[in-house]
């Protein structure tokens, strides 16, 4: 344990151990009511608790918590958001299913709604007017249609693995994670998904359809995606390695 100050209070750090795992985290006391937690990657943990909350009743709190910390420290692991500045040039990479495509553009007055066509190696895009936010726009529209299509698709193969569907499907902007599951078992993809290698993909879809039966990390929730996906360990280094980094 250490101590640090700042403006607005003594910052102390402590552990706390939950199914075999020891967690620290960055403890803020300050004049409040109540107690928050706040966790930021990779791996940090924050409490902001009331001044004079004892550190026993603040651990307790946090072990009552623990199964939406460890959850939430996991998906921080399987993701490094790498943010890229595009400028949307002739030329420049974007991946889809983990293949790079050369960006390709092309002005067309012709038409009012701009067009995607995937060629050989290429991400073509076809416009009226050539400008930074119609592209990003319209390259956004076409991973999100490509993303839906795929996860979809894939929902359907390994749906005779689980006793139940899910409840809804839905491709969103999620710039943490790359996808998650809900307690009502509605399955949120994020839209870049596409991107992924195909196998990647089928990782991220089985993990998320396997929180319809363990919502949480548990050593019976890896040991569910195991038998669906042996190799699923090779997959998530891709996910480490790469990271939802294709921003447009």
Known sequence: MHQMRRAKGIVMRYTFEYENKTIEFELIQRKRRTMEIRITPPDQ???????????EWIIEKLKNKGSWIVKKLDQFKDLDYLPIERKFEDGEKFM???KDYFLKISIDKDIKIPEVKLEEEQIHIITPKKSKSILSETLEKW???QTLEQVQEKVKYYRPYFHKDPSNIR????????????YKDEILFNWRGSMALPSVLDYIVVHEM????HKNHSKDFWALVESIIPDYKERRNWLKKYGVMMDV
């Open 45 to 55: 943990v924050r409490v902001i608790a009331p001044s004079a909350a004892p550190k």
């Open 96 to 98: 889809y299913l983990g």
């Open 143 to 145: 991973y999100r249609k």
């Open 171 to 182: 491709v969103k902007e999620q710039k943490k994670r790359w996808a998650s599951c809900t």
């Open 210 to 213: 396997c929180h319809m039966v």
